[in-house]
């Protein structure tokens, strides 16, 4: 199966604020976890996916609430739902692009940060192989 995704995805553990599209469905806001978000959609971690095709919008909290209207795009009973942005503003997209830019930075300082301790515990343990000899 060929990737047909357009943008890069990043993992992320955050909730967001969901309007879902009927009061019928479910309580007309609640916080719902994602998994993972691009500058195209994201992956909302529910056990009661809405069907293909629904449209609804959510929150994300930024340094100012981000409002986007969303559709499902696909979904895996159980477990949630991916769904891509509608109709993205300028604005809106400049805001959701710095916000993925900020997540790319943490992940090379934590990467970083990994390689750094893991060259230090090397550097530890070849120092501790000397002294036994």
């Known amino acids: 199966m060929s990737e047909r995704r357009k943008h890069f995805r990043y993992a992320v553990r ?7 599209p009927s009061q019928a469905l ?13 500058l195209g959609g994201m992956f909302i971690i529910t056990c009661e ?7 609804f919008s959510i929150c994300l909290f930024l340094d100012k609430p981000l409002w986007l209207r969303c559709v499902v795009q ?11 942005f509608l109709d993205l503003a300028d604005s809106s997209q400049i805001k959701l692009s710095k916000f993925l830019e900020a997540i790319a930075d943490q992940t090379l300082a934590l990467t970083a940060n990994q390689a750094n301790s893991q060259e230090v515990g090397l550097d530890s343990d070849a120092t501790l192989a000397k002294r036994v000899q």
């Open 14 to 20: 955050m909730n967001v604020e969901i309007e879902w």
């Open 26 to 38: 479910r309580a007309s806001k609640s916080f719902v976890p994602v998994s993972d978000i691009s």
């Open 49 to 55: 996916p809405l069907p293909l095709d629904s449209e």
């Open 74 to 84: 696909h979904f895996l009973p159980g477990r949630g739902m991916g769904v891509r």
